[in-house]
């Protein structure tokens, strides 16, 4: 079986599932002919039929590898996305300059291998030229947490 | 007339501006979440102080630059920039990893400009009746519009069409999230106020391609830091590309100019029509999302055809053609300038200028896209462990700054991680983008078209442009299937 | 003893007030925002630069526009309605803060938890048709509604100019069919190709093909005339009570100190004054329409109840 594209096929099922009966609770039409709810309900229909053929489709095919073990490369990606997760609170509740020059020192540590200081100048200069030009030259306002 | 014009428009400070202004927009249009509206908006309170010529080309050129703009972070980094070149980062992308990035930029810069030129030629000439013609739009052919569009996700669903149509439908959903624009019902907000607008798709978009695409350079990191640097040797087309790109310039310019002077229809979705349409009149489209150069040129040449095309309703009507174009009548109603017919009438050489500055908005954007190829080449030399954090922090910043709203960020991460896993699975995560733009377009326009009918359905074959769109997505869903049967039947023989 | 605890109870009584009056001079310390709760380069946000940049030269620290979009305007309004209340963040609020709330839209927005600083702008809904429409009039429009069930355009359901055009129908006691668009723009360019009878939306978004001669008003939905179009009558003089516009104003959250309520209102109201404002007004077809706080808090009760009703109708 194909794991991903049943796994795919799973969350399309909950997902129109969960929005097809939210959508049947909407209010039904008023003035118009067409209401509020009809469309996400028929868009449900096609999709949860569409993906219960795809999850079909993925168990019919064998394949011969199953390894549940993530790869190495895997485990980086996971670490990362839970590494930038820690970054976005910390934006919210430290400061964006600050968070966001650990965020890229911590990365280009992990990923990279250079001296510290080579290290710590190319997070620096990064993290400054981005604030200098969001915060400045377009107007982004970065007012966050207790530091800035 | 035209004397006064033209010294309105080729001041050397105008020009300056325009320089300025477009080299200003290709560098918003590259940023990931700094669309091309935003570009547009934030200039606007500079212009405020000059003078209308010197205000409106300003512009003018960010608009041009930052349309252009887009394609360049799509082609190298599989990051469209706007919406408006997501279509292009799928075969551009592919030939920058064959380390052809040079003439994928190449192509791209010499088919937005021909696009810009050629649009910029209709604006001139027959913007009248091209707006007359853009009236005739009302609900139902809306609603065949953004039929015809989700017709394309069959040409962008990659490999397996099932799921890509299944895609499209999962951003068609996402899309009904928020306040419904006709019955003003909230749906599927869970009571959160940062949904009742719904989701936003750029968010969507950074998430799905720029993020993901961090993640999967993440995976692809090597310990030893530095991959190995493909040398771009070319900054020009080949020249067996020119006779493609000037064929591609001159179909899909011309489309992009007419679907730009609907109102309401903008350049993201001028590209995906011209890349559905450049594949299914090719011969060779199951090469499609290999790296093929019509899919760059056909995208390109459309979404800068739009620019002249959205000018249209703004200067003959005083309607915005789409979000670009509403500003910039803000922009002129500041000048103590009324956009639509009277400027004609009253202001003469400022609409020559815009004419004029129009043109030497794409010449600059010429000039500064090929001089400076090599330039953004140089983005493939850093290396992925400083490129994909500086990434990351772009894929905050740029969903954060849309507005000012942390929730973004939040929806850009999640479809960010969803995408990654997209990208395990190889599905094209392009689907659900255009599911997301066309879906409430789809959605509203259908039922304004009932509610204006009064309920009758056949409201949506009572013009001839309804029949039009109906015949065109009858071609575009069986012209495929009759041409594997032609193709069959010849191999048969 | 007790002495000596009055004394020291005063002395830092007046310590403090001196500290207080001491901060009252010192505000604005730090920069001051506006959000605004629309895109960039709309009308509200346009008015508002407008009057950032006039009140620049009472602070010195700066003050700037930021847009928080979302919800019809509910995503900016909450956001400021919880900032500190250190009058660092002013929000320029509507009248979908007591719109959306009626319509269940607004979130947790409640226009009793700001102070009102001062309105500067106002606009009316304007009913207007093609200029080749057979209505001439007023009246020979709402003639017709009575048994034609007309097409109106309006800027989306639930919006203001939506409720323009329910209140111009239960004046005349006619029905339309509402039909809701994505924002006026959109609704004015369907009325220019004819695909609608008449739109709802404000004066100033038709002015432009009014004036070029593409559409025509019939009536303004105004207390009084507008001083851009003194030839176009008010719904109230042709003998329908209906009244209905938007506003633009200026809004703290409640718990924000006077002394600094009162340095706002102040320099708002005097910056609307300004010539440079009054300019830009004028040239962006925008009517100043300065209301003080008092009647401001009035106003929004007032529209609070009117809207209410108006939408628990529909």
């Known amino acids: 079986m194909k794991k991903g594209e049943a796994f795919l096929g799973i969350i399309f099922v909950s997902f129109s599932a969960l929005f097809g009966a939210l959508g049947y609770g909407l209010y039904q039409s008023g003035r118009s002919s067409v209401g509020a709810s009809q469309w996400p309900i028929i868009v449900c229909t096609i999709i949860f039929f569409g993906s219960i053929v795809v999850i079909v489709n993925a168990f019919r095919v064998k394949e011969s590898k199953s390894n549940l073990q993530l790869s190495h490369e895997e485990k980086r990606v996971f670490i990362s996305i839970f590494l930038l997760i820690m970054y976005f609170i910390s934006v919210v509740f430290i400061g964006f300059f600050v968070s966001s020059l650990a965020m890229l020192y911590t990365f280009i540590y992990y990923f990279g291998k250079f001296k510290w200081y080579v290290n710590f100048v190319f997070s620096l200069a990064i993290t400054s030229i981005t604030y200098f030009v969001f915060s400045y030259l377009l107007k982004v306002s970065f007012q966050f947490g207790v530091l800035f | 007339m035209i004397i006064d014009a033209l010294l309105l428009a080729l001041q050397p400070s105008v020009l300056l501006y325009m320089f300025l202004g477009v080299a200003g927009g290709i560098f918003i249009g590259c940023l990931p979440g700094l669309t091309t509206t935003m570009g547009v908006a934030l200039v606007l309170p500079i212009t405020f102080g000059m003078d209308a010529a010197h205000s409106i080309l300003l512009l003018i050129g960010v608009y041009v630059g930052a349309v252009y703009g887009g394609s360049i972070s799509a082609i190298l980094l599989n990051t469209p920039g706007t919406p408006a070149s997501a279509a292009t980062a799928i075969d551009g992308h592919a030939m920058a990893a064959r380390g052809e990035a040079g003439r994928a930029l190449g192509i791209s810069t010499i088919s937005s400009f021909l696009g810009g030129i050629i649009s910029c030629f209709f604006l001139i000439l027959i913007s009248p009746y091209l707006a007359e013609f853009a009236l005739q739009f009302s609900a139902p052919e809306f609603f065949m519009l953004a039929v015809f569009g989700l017709c394309i996700i069959s040409s962008i669903s990659g490999r397996s069409v099932l799921i890509g149509f299944l895609c499209g439908a999962f951003g068609v959903l996402i899309a009904t999230i928020g306040i419904d624009d006709i019955s003003g019902v909230a749906r599927f907000t869970f009571g959160n106020i940062n949904l009742f607008s719904g989701v936003n798709f750029i968010p969507v978009m950074i998430g799905l391609f720029a993020m993901s695409q961090a993640f999967v350079a993440v995976e692809e990191m090597t310990k030893e830091g530095r991959l190995e640097a493909k040398k771009v040797t070319r900054v020009l087309p080949l020249k067996e590309d020119w006779r493609m790109i000037f064929k591609n310039s001159s179909i899909f310019g011309t489309l992009g100019t007419f679907i730009g002077s609907i109102p309401g229809v903008g350049a993201d979705i001028a590209s995906f029509i011209a890349y559905g349409q450049s594949k299914s009149l090719s011969k060779e489209s199951e090469k499609y999302g290999t790296g093929v150069t019509d899919a760059i040129s056909a995208p390109e040449s459309a979404n800068n055809g739009v620019t002249g095309g959205a000018l249209i309703p703004m200067l003959t009507l005083g309607v915005p053609g789409d979000a670009v174009a509403a500003i910039m009548i803000g922009a002129l109603t500041v000048q103590g300038l009324q956009p639509g017919p009277l400027l004609f009438q009253n202001n003469t050489e400022v609409v020559y200028a815009i004419f004029i500055g129009l043109l030497v908005a794409n010449v600059f954007m010429l000039c500064i896209g090929l001089s400076s190829v090599r330039l953004f080449t140089r983005v493939l030399i850093v290396p992925k462990s400083v490129l994909t954090p500086i990434i990351f922090l772009l894929c905050f910043v740029g969903s954060y700054s849309l507005a000012n709203n942390f929730f973004d960020v939040i929806v850009m991460f999640i479809f960010g991680v969803f995408g990654y896993f997209l990208k395990k699975i190889e599905v094209s995560p392009s689907p659900i983008i255009l599911g997301l733009i066309l879906g409430p377009m789809a959605e509203s326009n259908f039922r304004r078209a009932l509610l204006m009918s009064r309920g009758e359905y056949d409201t949506f074959f009572s013009t001839g442009i309804s029949w039009f769109f109906f015949i065109l997505i009858l071609i575009s869903i069986f012209f495929p299937l009759l041409k594997k049967v032609i193709s069959k039947l010849k191999s048969a023989n | ?314």
Not at chain 3, 44 to 73: C, H, Q, W, Y
Not at chain 3, 86 to 108: K, Q, R
């Open chain 3, 1 to 314: 003893m007790k002495n000596k605890i009055k004394s020291l109870l005063i002395s830092s009584l007046v310590i403090t007030s001196a500290t207080m009056s001491y901060a009252a001079n010192n505000y604005p310390e730090n920069a001051v925002r506006i959000i605004v709760p629309y895109s960039a380069g709309g009308g509200s946000d346009s008015v508002s630069r407008a009057l950032a940049e006039a009140l620049k030269p009472k602070f010195p620290e700066g003050i700037a526009v930021e847009n928080r979009t979302g919800g019809a305007g509910s995503v900016g309004m909450s956001y400021g309605m919880h900032a500190k209340p250190n009058g660092e963040t002013i929000t320029m609020v509507a009248p979908e803060l007591v719109m959306l709330p009626h319509s269940g839209n607004g979130g947790d927005i409640d226009y009793k938890k700001f102070k009102h600083l001062a309105i500067v702008n106002s606009g009316y809904a304007a009913i207007t048709v093609p200029a080749d429409s057979p209505y001439q009039t007023l009246d020979s429009l709402l003639n017709d509604a009575k048994d034609k069930n007309l097409l109106f355009g309006n800027s989306g359901t639930g919006s203001i100019w939506h409720i323009a055009g329910v209140g111009m129908e239960k004046a005349a006691e006619v029905e339309f069919t509402h039909i809701p668009f994505k924002g006026s723009s959109a609704a004015i360019t369907s009325l220019l190709g004819k695909h609608l009878d008449a739109v709802s939306v404000s004066y100033a978004e038709v002015a432009s093909q009014v004036d070029a001669g593409l559409l025509r008003t019939l009536a303004v939905l105004a207390p009084h005339r507008l001083i851009d179009a003194p030839n176009i009558p008010t719904a109230k003089e042709l003998g329908y009570d209906v009244a209905i516009g938007t506003w633009r104003g200026y809004s703290v959250p409640l718990e924000t100190p006077d002394y600094i309520v009162n340095y706002l209102t102040d320099a708002i109201l005097e910056a609307a004054e300004s010539d440079e404002f009054k300019t830009f007004m004028a040239v962006s077809n925008n009517d100043i329409d300065i209301i003080g706080p008092e009647e401001f808090e009035k106003k929004v009760q007032r529209e609070d109840t009117f809207y209410a009703e108006l939408i628990s109708g529909l």
